[in-house]
């Protein structure tokens, strides 16, 4: 087998993809080929001649002879050149990305009013108190984000209440991005952005196979926020490439990034003193 480009469906010959002509068959006209290609190309081929070769060295049938005898002195050229099929492939990995930003608000739209669920947080100084926080989901340019709102507004103990204000609510803001990236077969990160570039794809140097989750975060509000990573993976790219099994992935890259952020301890921006909550009273 030959093949000279990726993506494009090939065999060595047409006769070799042919379902016209029987494996035996195709060992004949392989024969006649070898020995009568050069008198078809000068067109000294006579049929008749090759029938009767047929006839009395392999006892063929005489329809059959004829049969082939005909099909190779009109169609030779076509049976014994490379065979170029009319269906094409195309990479999924672009496709993928050409298609996220539908596939991302589909998945948004699985969930009522944004709200994914909650999770609960944990802020490094922070004592007293379940910080459980609604996790807001919006879609985003090849990602997915999630916000997590600090739920609370004053300390009560029963009797007076300390409001928090605006400053140490806003401190607690956390906003996680799951990027989906493009890699190149080196694991470097390749803009995805100009669409519809197959030849990039064929020329070898993009990863077909899987692509990066790079989830950052960043806490507080306000453009001085830094953002960090928080985790990364590589995820094979689905197949078969379907609306459901894009969806079923990132709800499990959504599952895993809910479990990382349980498991991390987020730090304060500076100068903002952690809640710390004394028995008898609560957050609300």
């Excluded at 596939?103 to 948004?108: A, D, L, S």
């Excluded at 803009?191 to 077909?208: C, K, M, V």
């Excluded at 926020?225 to 590589?234: D, Q, T, Y």
Aim: proline residues 4%.
């Amino acid at each position: 087998m030959r093949i000279k480009k990726k993506y494009v469906l090939l065999e060595s010959l047409l006769i070799d993809t042919s379902s016209e002509f029987s494996n035996s068959e195709k060992r004949i006209l392989r024969l006649i080929h070898k020995k009568y290609n050069g008198e078809r190309e000068k067109y000294n081929f006579s049929v008749y001649e090759v029938a009767a070769w047929l006839i009395e060295d392999f006892e063929l049938s005489y329809e059959v002879a004829f049969e082939l005898s005909k099909s190779y002195f009109l169609e030779g050229s076509r049976l014994f050149s490379e065979y170029e099929p009319l269906r094409k492939k195309w990479p999924i990995a672009e496709i993928f990305f050409s298609k996220i930003g539908e596939f991302t608000n589909e998945f948004v739209k699985s969930f009522p009013n944004d709200r994914y669920g909650s999770v609960e947080v944990k802020i490094k100084g922070d004592e007293g108190f379940n910080d459980v926080r609604d996790v807001r989901i919006w879609g985003g340019y090849n990602s997915l984000a999630l916000y997590l709102n600090f739920p609370f507004y004053r300390i009560y103990d029963g009797i007076r209440s300390t409001y928090l204000g605006g400053e140490n609510s806003d401190a607690r803001l956390i906003r996680v991005d799951i990027g989906f990236k493009l890699l190149d077969n080196d694991g470097n990160t390749v803009d995805a952005s100009p669409r519809w570039r197959t030849e990039e794809y064929e020329d070898g140097s993009i990863n077909l196979n899987e692509f990066l989750v790079s989830v950052n975060y960043r806490i507080g509000s306000g453009d001085s926020r830094v953002s960090k990573i928080l985790m990364e993976l590589k995820v094979p790219f689905p197949q078969p490439l379907t609306k459901q099994s894009v969806i079923d992935i990132f709800k499990k890259i959504t599952e895993d990034t809910i479990q990382k952020i349980q498991s991390t301890t987020f730090k304060l921006p500076a100068g903002i003193e952690p809640i710390v909550v004394s028995a008898g009273s609560q957050l609300d």
